[in-house]
C-alpha cells in the first residue's frame, strides 16, 4: 500500500470520529447542559485545505480544484473493481411536515416562497460531498446531511420556492462550518453543516428577469463564486461573495454593459450586448498559482437568430480566466465564435502540466458543446491546439487562424432546414469530465444527434430567447465515449455505445487506471483508463450525477445517484 | 462598429415578427408561480390605445422593437422587474433624454399616472403571452417556403440513393399528399418516418423517430442461432422476444455461451445517408418528392 494512502486513511478516521461525536450536542441538546462554554470546533473545512490534490475526501465539485476529477486513491484498482460491493442504498425526499418522509431526520424550512405548488420528485443531478464521513447532498430547493457509512440522515433544510427553472442543482460547497448552495429562484443559501439550520440568504439574480440558478457554488479563500443562468436574452454575470455574510463582493458581466468596454466591438449595439447572454453557469476550474478562476461561458442569445447579433459576440461561448481577487477577466478565448446553436462552452474546463513541443506548460484543455476539443496555455490564455472530437459534426468550415472553428453560415437555422449535428444538447454538455495525468487522457462522451433545423422567424430583428427555430430530431448514429490524447486531439480510444440512447452523465478515473461512468442503458461501468475494456458495471439506472470517491475508515466508497436514490459502493 | 442598428422595417411590427413560434406545444412562458396574475381587460385595452399612440412607433406594434429605434421591451430588464409600473413610469414621465447605449433618446411623456398604470398593465399583459424558453408571444403563422430545391436534381439523387429501398410509384406513392406540409414532408423522409398528416401539427419538435423494429441474430457457444425482435442491448447483456415466442436474455460479457450478436436495424441506412447529405441535395430531393402528390 502507497504511503500518501496511509496518511489519507489516518487522518480521515481521525476527522470523521470526531465529527460524529460533536453532531451529537446538537442533535440531543438536552444533554450538554453544563454551564461550560462548549468547546470551540476545529473547522469542518477551513478553505486553506482546498488546494491540494483529490485524495481521501471530495471536498468541492469536482473534488479538487484541477476538474480533472482525478482520484489518488489506490485501494480500488483493476484486479480489483469487481468485487465492489453495495455498502447501503439511501433515498432522499422533500417532505417537510413535523415526522415525515422516509429520512425522518429533522428539517428546517427556509425560503421566501409559499412552498404550495410541486416541483416534482427531488433529483440529485450534481456532485456530492463528503467531509469527515459525512455527505452533503443538494437538489433543487434541498439539502440533506448523511453519514457516509449507513446512508442514515442527520438533517435535512427544504426551500420554499418563489418559482424559477426547476431544472436541476449542481450541487454544494463547503466553506468552514458552512454549507452553501443556491436555489432555483435565485438565492445563495448557507447552512450551519453540521444541524442543517440557514445562517444567512441572499439574492444573487433577479427571477422576474427570468433568471435560474443551478450551479455548484465555488470556495476560494474568503470568495465564493456563483453564476446563474438564464433564457431570457439577459446578461451574464459571474458574482463573488463574501461567505461569511453573504455581502456582494464583485460581479463581473459576461457581456459588454457599457460604452467603454472594448469587446462591445463585436456586437451590434450595446443593447445588443446587453442582452446577449452569456451566462458562467458551470462550476469552472481555479489554478491557485495565478489566482486565476477559469471558467467557461454560455452562448449568445438570442441563441438561434445570430440577425439580432452580428460579430463574434465576446466573452459568450468562451473560456475565461477571472482574477478571483477582483473579478477582473485577465484572458479569455473564444470556442465558438457567434454561435447560433445554443451550444454553450459552459462545460467545466481541466487544468494540467504538460511538456508541449518540448516545452513545459501550465494547461488548460475543454471538450466544448460544439464538439471541438481546446487546449491553451493556462496563464497567457494562449491558443495552442484545437481538435474536432465530435465525429459526425458539421457545422464549420475548418478552423480560423485564431484556431476557433469557422461556422458555416449555412448551418444555422434556415428557413428550408439545415442538416446539423450535433443537436441542441451538443456533443457534450455541463456533465463533468475527467484527466488522467497517468495514462495522459482527457474522458468524454461524444453523442452524434443530427437535426434538420428551420428558421421559423425571419424577422430581421432576430427572435428572443430560443425562440424562432424549430428541429427534427433525427436520432444518434452512434454515441460514444472516448479517451483524446491532448497532443493531437486524437482519440486514443473510443467505444461505441450499443443501442441508440443518449448518455447524460460525467466521468471519474483513477491512480489505479480506472475510470468510471454511466452507459447509455443505466449502468454503472468501470473501464481500464488505458484502453477502455470494461471491468465491471452494476446496472442501477440512469446515473443522474457524476460517480466520485472517497475513503471513510479507511475504506474506498464510490458513490452515484439515479434521481432521488444514492448507491453507496465499498471494497471490503 | 459598435453602432446601434436602427430597424428600418415598417412591415415587420405587428404580426409578422412575431410568427411560427405558436405552433409549439402552448407550455406555460415560466413557473407557475411566476405567472403573474392577469390584469385588468378594460385597463389593459387602455393601455393598448394609449402604447399605440405615444409609444408603437418606437418599440413596435408586438413590443419588439420598431423603426424610430426604441428597444424590445419584451426582454428589458426594466419592463420584467417592473412590478405595477412603478419602474415603467420613470422611464415615461422623464424619457431617457442622454441613452447610455448612444442611440436615439427617448423623449418625456407627461402621462396621468392612472394612463402610465394602463401602459404598464397592457405591456405586462403581452410579456405574459412570451412562451418557453424566453421565446416571443406567438403572431401570426407566415408561411415559409421551404421549397427551394430542383425537382429534376432530386428525381437523380433519389435514383442513385432511394431507388433501392423505395419507389415513387410503390411505397412513396401520394406521400406529398400525406405530408402535412413541405417541412413535414422533408422532416418524414430524412428521418425516415411517417410524415405528420394534413391538419396535424408539423411545427412541433420532432423527437428521435423509433420505427420501424430492430431484429437481432444471437450465435450461441453451440452454434444455434436465435433470432427476433431486439428488446435492448448493452455491453453486458441482449435481450428479445424470439420469432418462435417468448422472452430470451444473454450475458454478453466474454464468456462461453454467446458467441455473436448480429443486430439488423433497418433504419440504419437511413442514418448513414445523414454523414454524405448535403443541404442542397436534401432540398432537391425535398422538391422532387414533393411532386408525388
Redesign the interface.
Given at each position: 500500500m502507497n504511503r500518501h494512502v496511509i496518511r489519507d486513511i489516518v487522518t480521515t478516521r481521525l476527522a470523521a470520529t470526531v465529527l460524529t461525536a460533536l453532531l451529537l450536542p446538537a442533535q440531543a441538546p438536552a444533554q450538554t447542559s453544563t454551564r461550560m462554554p462548549a468547546p470551540a470546533l476545529p473547522p469542518l473545512l477551513p478553505p486553506s485545505q482546498l488546494s491540494g490534490p483529490l485524495a481521501g475526501s471530495w471536498p468541492t465539485y469536482n473534488g479538487d480544484y484541477s476538474g480533472r476529477r482525478y482520484s489518488t486513491l489506490r485501494l480500488i484498482d483493476k484486479n480489483n473493481v469487481a468485487h465492489l460491493t453495495l455498502a447501503w442504498t439511501a433515498r432522499v425526499d422533500d417532505q417537510h411536515e413535523a415526522g415525515a418522509g422516509p429520512g425522518g431526520a429533522v428539517t428546517t424550512v427556509g425560503g421566501e416562497g409559499t412552498g404550495d405548488f410541486p416541483t416534482g420528485n427531488p433529483s440529485v443531478r450534481g456532485t456530492v460531498l463528503e467531509v469527515g464521513g459525512i455527505l452533503y447532498i443538494t437538489s433543487t430547493d434541498n439539502a440533506w446531511a448523511l453519514d457516509g457509512r449507513d446512508g442514515r440522515e442527520l438533517w435535512h433544510y427544504f426551500w420554499k420556492t418563489r418559482g424559477g427553472t426547476h431544472i436541476g442543482n449542481r450541487g454544494g460547497a463547503l466553506w468552514n462550518d458552512s454549507l452553501l448552495f443556491e436555489t432555483p429562484d435565485d438565492y445563495l443559501v448557507s447552512l450551519d453543516a453540521r444541524t442543517g439550520n440557514e445562517n444567512w440568504h441572499v439574492q444573487i439574480a433577479s427571477l422576474d428577469e427570468d433568471y435560474f440558478s443551478t450551479m455548484a457554488p465555488v470556495v476560494v479563500g474568503d470568495h465564493v463564486l456563483v453564476a446563474a443562468s438564464n433564457d431570457s436574452d439577459a446578461p451574464g454575470f459571474l458574482q463573488s461573495f463574501d461567505p461569511r455574510t453573504g455581502k456582494l463582493q464583485w460581479r463581473r458581466y459576461m457581456v459588454p454593459m457599457t460604452k467603454d468596454d472594448p469587446a462591445l466591438e463585436t456586437w451590434p449595439s450595446l443593447d445588443a450586448a446587453r442582452h446577449g447572454g452569456g451566462n458562467p453557469w458551470t462550476p469552472g476550474a481555479y489554478d491557485p498559482e495565478t489566482g486565476y478562476y477559469i471558467t467557461g461561458t454560455g452562448n449568445p442569445t438570442p441563441s438561434y437568430t445570430g440577425v439580432a447579433r452580428p460579430g463574434d459576440n465576446l466573452y459568450t461561448c468562451s473560456l475565461v480566466a477571472v482574477k478571483v481577487s477582483t473579478g477582473e477577466i485577465v484572458w479569455h478565448y473564444q470556442t465558438s465564435p457567434h454561435d447560433t446553436h445554443d451550444w454553450d462552452s459552459a462545460q467545466t474546463p481541466i487544468l494540467f502540466d504538460a511538456v508541449i513541443n518540448g516545452r513545459p506548460r501550465k494547461l488548460v484543455a475543454t471538450a466544448a458543446r460544439n464538439g471541438y476539443f481546446f487546449v491553451l496555455d493556462r496563464v497567457t490564455g494562449e491558443h495552442l491546439l484545437t481538435a474536432r472530437f465530435g465525429t459526425t459534426v458539421n457545422w464549420a468550415k475548418g478552423l480560423r487562424a485564431d484556431g476557433a472553428p469557422a461556422a458555416d453560415p449555412g448551418k444555422s437555422a434556415t428557413i428550408p432546414g439545415s442538416l446539423v449535428s450535433p443537436t441542441e444538447g451538443g456533443v457534450t454538455n455541463f456533465q463533468p469530465n475527467a484527466f488522467n495525468p497517468d495514462t495522459g487522457l482527457f474522458y468524454t462522451h461524444e453523442n452524434t444527434g443530427y437535426q434538420v433545423l428551420y428558421l421559423t422567424d425571419p424577422d430581421p430583428r432576430g427572435s428572443m430567447g430560443l425562440g424562432g427555430k424549430r428541429f427534427a430530431l433525427l436520432g444518434a448514429t452512434g454515441n460514444a465515449f472516448e479517451a483524446i490524447d491532448y497532443h493531437t486531439g486524437k482519440a486514443a480510444w473510443r467505444h461505441v455505445w450499443p443501442g441508440r440512447s443518449g448518455v447524460g452523465t460525467g466521468v471519474l478515473t483513477t491512480a489505479t487506471g480506472l475510470v468510471f461512468t454511466g452507459d447509455t442503458n443505466g449502468n454503472l461501468v468501470a473501464m481500464d483508463a488505458g484502453d477502455g475494456a470494461f471491468l465491471w458495471h452494476t446496472r442501477i439506472g440512469n446515473i443522474s450525477n457524476p460517480p466520485e470517491t472517497f475513503l471513510i475508515d479507511g475504506r474506498q466508497y464510490l458513490l452515484a445517484a439515479v434521481g432521488d436514490t444514492l448507491y453507496s459502493f465499498v471494497l471490503y | 462598429?459598435?453602432?446601434?442598428?436602427m430597424?428600418t422595417?415598417l412591415c415587420?411590427t405587428v404580426a409578422?415578427?412575431?410568427?411560427?413560434?405558436l405552433?409549439?406545444a402552448p407550455a406555460p412562458a415560466?413557473?407557475?408561480?411566476?405567472q403573474r396574475p392577469a390584469g385588468d381587460p378594460a385597463v389593459i385595452a387602455h393601455g393598448r390605445q394609449l402604447y399605440a399612440v405615444n409609444c408603437k412607433a418606437c418599440h413596435g406594434g408586438d413590443l419588439?422593437?420598431g423603426d424610430l429605434g426604441g428597444?424590445?421591451l419584451?426582454?428589458s430588464?426594466v419592463v420584467?422587474?417592473d412590478q405595477h409600473g412603478e419602474a415603467i413610469s420613470q422611464v415615461v414621465l422623464k424619457g431617457r433624454p442622454d441613452p447610455?447605449?448612444?442611440?436615439p433618446p427617448m423623449p418625456a411623456f407627461p402621462l396621468s399616472t392612472a394612463d402610465v398604470h394602463a401602459i404598464a398593465e397592457y405591456i405586462h399583459g403581452v410579456l405574459r403571452d412570451?412562451?418557453r424558453?424566453?421565446?416571443?408571444p406567438p403572431g401570426e403563422r407566415?408561411a415559409?417556403?421551404?421549397?427551394?430545391?430542383n425537382a429534376g436534381a432530386g428525381r437523380r439523387y433519389f435514383k442513385a440513393h432511394c431507388a433501392g429501398c423505395h419507389s415513387p410509384g410503390g411505397d412513396l406513392r401520394g406521400i406529398a399528399t400525406r405530408a402535412a406540409d413541405a417541412?413535414a414532408l422533408?422532416?418524414a423522409w430524412?428521418?425516415g418516418r411517417p410524415p405528420v398528416a394534413p391538419g396535424g401539427n408539423p411545427?412541433?419538435?420532432?423527437?428521435?423517430?423509433k420505427t420501424p423494429p430492430t431484429t437481432v441474430t444471437v450465435t450461441l457457444g453451440d452454434g444455434t442461432r436465435v433470432h427476433g425482435r431486439l428488446q435492448?442491448?448493452?455491453?453486458?447483456i441482449v435481450s428479445l422476444y424470439a420469432d418462435s415466442g417468448g422472452y430470451l436474455s444473454f450475458i454478453r460479457?466474454g464468456r462461453p455461451g454467446v458467441r455473436a450478436v448480429d443486430?439488423d436495424d433497418p433504419?440504419a441506412a437511413h442514418?448513414?445517408l445523414?454523414?454524405a447529405?448535403?443541404?442542397p441535395d436534401?432540398?432537391d430531393v425535398?422538391a422532387y418528392l414533393a411532386t408525388l402528390k
Amino acid at each position: 500500500m502507497n504511503r500518501h494512502v496511509i496518511r489519507d486513511i489516518v487522518t480521515t478516521r481521525l476527522a470523521a470520529t470526531v465529527l460524529t461525536a460533536l453532531l451529537l450536542p446538537a442533535q440531543a441538546p438536552a444533554q450538554t447542559s453544563t454551564r461550560m462554554p462548549a468547546p470551540a470546533l476545529p473547522p469542518l473545512l477551513p478553505p486553506s485545505q482546498l488546494s491540494g490534490p483529490l485524495a481521501g475526501s471530495w471536498p468541492t465539485y469536482n473534488g479538487d480544484y484541477s476538474g480533472r476529477r482525478y482520484s489518488t486513491l489506490r485501494l480500488i484498482d483493476k484486479n480489483n473493481v469487481a468485487h465492489l460491493t453495495l455498502a447501503w442504498t439511501a433515498r432522499v425526499d422533500d417532505q417537510h411536515e413535523a415526522g415525515a418522509g422516509p429520512g425522518g431526520a429533522v428539517t428546517t424550512v427556509g425560503g421566501e416562497g409559499t412552498g404550495d405548488f410541486p416541483t416534482g420528485n427531488p433529483s440529485v443531478r450534481g456532485t456530492v460531498l463528503e467531509v469527515g464521513g459525512i455527505l452533503y447532498i443538494t437538489s433543487t430547493d434541498n439539502a440533506w446531511a448523511l453519514d457516509g457509512r449507513d446512508g442514515r440522515e442527520l438533517w435535512h433544510y427544504f426551500w420554499k420556492t418563489r418559482g424559477g427553472t426547476h431544472i436541476g442543482n449542481r450541487g454544494g460547497a463547503l466553506w468552514n462550518d458552512s454549507l452553501l448552495f443556491e436555489t432555483p429562484d435565485d438565492y445563495l443559501v448557507s447552512l450551519d453543516a453540521r444541524t442543517g439550520n440557514e445562517n444567512w440568504h441572499v439574492q444573487i439574480a433577479s427571477l422576474d428577469e427570468d433568471y435560474f440558478s443551478t450551479m455548484a457554488p465555488v470556495v476560494v479563500g474568503d470568495h465564493v463564486l456563483v453564476a446563474a443562468s438564464n433564457d431570457s436574452d439577459a446578461p451574464g454575470f459571474l458574482q463573488s461573495f463574501d461567505p461569511r455574510t453573504g455581502k456582494l463582493q464583485w460581479r463581473r458581466y459576461m457581456v459588454p454593459m457599457t460604452k467603454d468596454d472594448p469587446a462591445l466591438e463585436t456586437w451590434p449595439s450595446l443593447d445588443a450586448a446587453r442582452h446577449g447572454g452569456g451566462n458562467p453557469w458551470t462550476p469552472g476550474a481555479y489554478d491557485p498559482e495565478t489566482g486565476y478562476y477559469i471558467t467557461g461561458t454560455g452562448n449568445p442569445t438570442p441563441s438561434y437568430t445570430g440577425v439580432a447579433r452580428p460579430g463574434d459576440n465576446l466573452y459568450t461561448c468562451s473560456l475565461v480566466a477571472v482574477k478571483v481577487s477582483t473579478g477582473e477577466i485577465v484572458w479569455h478565448y473564444q470556442t465558438s465564435p457567434h454561435d447560433t446553436h445554443d451550444w454553450d462552452s459552459a462545460q467545466t474546463p481541466i487544468l494540467f502540466d504538460a511538456v508541449i513541443n518540448g516545452r513545459p506548460r501550465k494547461l488548460v484543455a475543454t471538450a466544448a458543446r460544439n464538439g471541438y476539443f481546446f487546449v491553451l496555455d493556462r496563464v497567457t490564455g494562449e491558443h495552442l491546439l484545437t481538435a474536432r472530437f465530435g465525429t459526425t459534426v458539421n457545422w464549420a468550415k475548418g478552423l480560423r487562424a485564431d484556431g476557433a472553428p469557422a461556422a458555416d453560415p449555412g448551418k444555422s437555422a434556415t428557413i428550408p432546414g439545415s442538416l446539423v449535428s450535433p443537436t441542441e444538447g451538443g456533443v457534450t454538455n455541463f456533465q463533468p469530465n475527467a484527466f488522467n495525468p497517468d495514462t495522459g487522457l482527457f474522458y468524454t462522451h461524444e453523442n452524434t444527434g443530427y437535426q434538420v433545423l428551420y428558421l421559423t422567424d425571419p424577422d430581421p430583428r432576430g427572435s428572443m430567447g430560443l425562440g424562432g427555430k424549430r428541429f427534427a430530431l433525427l436520432g444518434a448514429t452512434g454515441n460514444a465515449f472516448e479517451a483524446i490524447d491532448y497532443h493531437t486531439g486524437k482519440a486514443a480510444w473510443r467505444h461505441v455505445w450499443p443501442g441508440r440512447s443518449g448518455v447524460g452523465t460525467g466521468v471519474l478515473t483513477t491512480a489505479t487506471g480506472l475510470v468510471f461512468t454511466g452507459d447509455t442503458n443505466g449502468n454503472l461501468v468501470a473501464m481500464d483508463a488505458g484502453d477502455g475494456a470494461f471491468l465491471w458495471h452494476t446496472r442501477i439506472g440512469n446515473i443522474s450525477n457524476p460517480p466520485e470517491t472517497f475513503l471513510i475508515d479507511g475504506r474506498q466508497y464510490l458513490l452515484a445517484a439515479v434521481g432521488d436514490t444514492l448507491y453507496s459502493f465499498v471494497l471490503y | 462598429m459598435a453602432r446601434p442598428a436602427m430597424p428600418t422595417f415598417l412591415c415587420w411590427t405587428v404580426a409578422l415578427g412575431a410568427t411560427l413560434a405558436l405552433a409549439q406545444a402552448p407550455a406555460p412562458a415560466t413557473f407557475p408561480d411566476q405567472q403573474r396574475p392577469a390584469g385588468d381587460p378594460a385597463v389593459i385595452a387602455h393601455g393598448r390605445q394609449l402604447y399605440a399612440v405615444n409609444c408603437k412607433a418606437c418599440h413596435g406594434g408586438d413590443l419588439r422593437g420598431g423603426d424610430l429605434g426604441g428597444p424590445n421591451l419584451l426582454r428589458s430588464q426594466v419592463v420584467m422587474s417592473d412590478q405595477h409600473g412603478e419602474a415603467i413610469s420613470q422611464v415615461v414621465l422623464k424619457g431617457r433624454p442622454d441613452p447610455q447605449g448612444g442611440g436615439p433618446p427617448m423623449p418625456a411623456f407627461p402621462l396621468s399616472t392612472a394612463d402610465v398604470h394602463a401602459i404598464a398593465e397592457y405591456i405586462h399583459g403581452v410579456l405574459r403571452d412570451k412562451q418557453r424558453q424566453g421565446a416571443p408571444p406567438p403572431g401570426e403563422r407566415q408561411a415559409l417556403n421551404v421549397l427551394v430545391g430542383n425537382a429534376g436534381a432530386g428525381r437523380r439523387y433519389f435514383k442513385a440513393h432511394c431507388a433501392g429501398c423505395h419507389s415513387p410509384g410503390g411505397d412513396l406513392r401520394g406521400i406529398a399528399t400525406r405530408a402535412a406540409d413541405a417541412g413535414a414532408l422533408q422532416d418524414a423522409w430524412v428521418a425516415g418516418r411517417p410524415p405528420v398528416a394534413p391538419g396535424g401539427n408539423p411545427y412541433a419538435i420532432h423527437t428521435d423517430p423509433k420505427t420501424p423494429p430492430t431484429t437481432v441474430t444471437v450465435t450461441l457457444g453451440d452454434g444455434t442461432r436465435v433470432h427476433g425482435r431486439l428488446q435492448r442491448v448493452d455491453d453486458f447483456i441482449v435481450s428479445l422476444y424470439a420469432d418462435s415466442g417468448g422472452y430470451l436474455s444473454f450475458i454478453r460479457d466474454g464468456r462461453p455461451g454467446v458467441r455473436a450478436v448480429d443486430i439488423d436495424d433497418p433504419m440504419a441506412a437511413h442514418r448513414h445517408l445523414l454523414g454524405a447529405l448535403t443541404d442542397p441535395d436534401m432540398h432537391d430531393v425535398t422538391a422532387y418528392l414533393a411532386t408525388l402528390k
